[in-house]
């Protein structure tokens, strides 16, 4: 049982639960049928249908692991729910971006502001990721699993940046470089059962 002084990662994890479920319902309502009803017209979907998808599966990515790292927190301290709070903001800039490459069907600027959103996503689980190790390491994480954890993050702040850079000039390469990198974040960090 936690102290009363404490404030149980439970309650944490309960409040970021509801605001991804409510970035993921944004999205979704963005999503627009066609005007017609052939299937010519459901095939002109594709970029909304694409970046939705893209977006469904990096948010439900950072939910997973968002959900695994929480379970190495002992406490929600000040520095661990500030982090969540720019963590969940950033996040919810995702709808906006999927939108707007939707909207402008891959357009390079688009594409490299949807990348740069993941890049601030990123970041912000980086330091949030770096904030629960801080509770973790008392609890003897192995080295190795850190370290692995820090490359793992720097190579993918890496990918989506470089995705990014390269949206701007070949905005579908860039936005295939992005959906490579969410690979790597698929299986939840520290898996250390």
Request: neutral net charge; charged residues 10%.
């Amino acid at each position: 049982m936690a102290s009363p002084s404490k404030t149980p990662p439970e309650r944490l994890a309960a409040f970021s639960d509801g605001v991804f479920a409510v970035l993921i319902t944004i999205m979704i309502l963005d999503l627009r049928p066609p005007h017609e009803f052939n299937f010519h017209a459901v095939v002109q979907l594709w970029p909304m249908v694409l970046s939705y998808a893209v977006s469904y599966l990096f948010i439900a990515i950072v939910w997973v692991n968002h959900h695994h790292l929480l379970r190495f927190a002992e406490d929600a301290t000040p520095g661990l729910i500030w982090w969540n709070f720019v963590h969940l903001f950033l996040v919810s800039f995702v709808p906006f971006s999927t939108a707007w490459v939707a909207d402008t069907h891959f357009a390079g600027a688009t594409v490299t502001v949807y990348a740069f959103v993941f890049v601030l996503v990123d970041g912000a689980y980086y330091a949030f990721q770096n904030e629960t190790m801080r509770q973790a390491e008392m609890r003897a994480l192995p080295a190795k699993v850190l370290k692995a954890t820090q490359r793992r993050a720097c190579l993918t702040l890496g990918g989506f940046v470089l995705a990014g850079v390269i949206a701007f000039k070949y905005p579908l390469l860039g936005f295939a470089m992005i959906c490579g990198t969410l690979v790597a974040f698929i299986r939840p960090e520290l898996n250390v059962e």
